[in-house]
Nanobody
């Protein structure tokens, strides 16, 4: 059974950094694309970034240069390091997984497995 559990969210101020973790079980990180998405109140879920099974990363323009996805296979954990946070980064953040290296990795519908989300609030 595949399970994804996010943690690390919280309340921070503009300009702060935060690292989210996604601990996975029931799958091999080296065989899955891992994505991060977020959903702000009243808005649709949006793509934040992804790490293909081979390690290549890609990010939404809104977070490029500020957010970084990394992976620790030994800990079965994927991280989203967020720096220079802005109030518009406020959202519930989700990690997601799909086998292989999908070309649709920016689309939520492409992912098979989801975590429960962790809330990030950035105050101005």
């Amino acid at each position: 059974q595949v399970r994804l559990v996010e943690s690390g969210g919280g309340l921070v101020q503009t300009g702060d950094s935060l690292r989210l973790s996604c601990v996975v079980s029931g799958l091999s990180l080296s065989s899955y694309t891992m994505g991060w998405f977020r959903q702000a109140p009243g808005k649709e879920r949006e793509f934040v970034g992804r790490r293909w099974s081979g390690g290549t990363t890609g990010y939404a323009n809104s977070v490029k240069g500020r957010f970084t996805i990394s992976r620790d296979n030994a800990k079965n954990t994927v991280y989203l390091q967020m720096t220079s946070l802005k109030p518009e980064d406020t959202a519930v953040y989700y990690c997601a997984a799909v086998p292989g290296s999908t070309s649709s990795a920016t689309m939520a519908a492409a992912y098979l497995h989801w975590g429960q989300g962790t809330r990030v609030t950035v105050s101005s």
